[in-house]
């Protein structure tokens, strides 16, 4: 058992909690390499290199299923570049849609920061007031 880690020892090479280990496993991207006999979870080299694979294709902005996906196309015996450029792509698009809609919730808090900074009424805020009003004509248009 020599080069085994624990699950804690496996999570702190990683720089992970150990809940992330085991949401992974649930999740089926990781599995234990072997137990002891009273059951505790053994990882050795193999597991630590794929859960940084997993934190550095997170950090890429991959999902979980992205990720599983490229595990298995890097694990297979298939050349995987046709299937990981789709996956690219997909995940690329994605994210350029998100920007559009960050870049939209960036403006509405800057205008809202400037609401916010104006003199007012005690007791009044305007950007709370104006969320109200917009709140109250997305009812109206619902109904």
């Known amino acids: 058992m020599q080069g085994m880690l624990t699950i804690g020892q496996l999570a702190k090479e990683a720089g992970v909690p150990i809940s992330t280990v085991r949401y992974y496993e649930g999740q089926k991207l990781l599995d234990p390499e072997k137990r002891t006999a009273s059951r505790y979870r053994l990882y050795g080299p193999t597991a630590l290199h794929r ?12 999902t979980l299923k992205d990720t599983s996906k490229l595990l298995e196309l890097r694990d297979g015996n298939a050349d995987p570049c046709g299937e990981v450029q789709e996956l690219v792509g997909t995940r690329l698009e994605a994210i350029e849609a998100d920007l559009v809609r960050l870049k939209r919730v960036r403006r509405v808090l800057r205008e809202t920061l400037t609401w916010c900074q104006k003199p007012r009424a005690k007791g009044c805020c305007e950007a709370v007031a104006r969320l109200d009003e917009q709140a109250a004509k997305a009812t109206r248009r619902k109904r």
Do not use: E, T, Y
């Open 51 to 62: 859960l940084r694979f997993i934190r550095a294709a997170q950090a890429s902005g991959f």
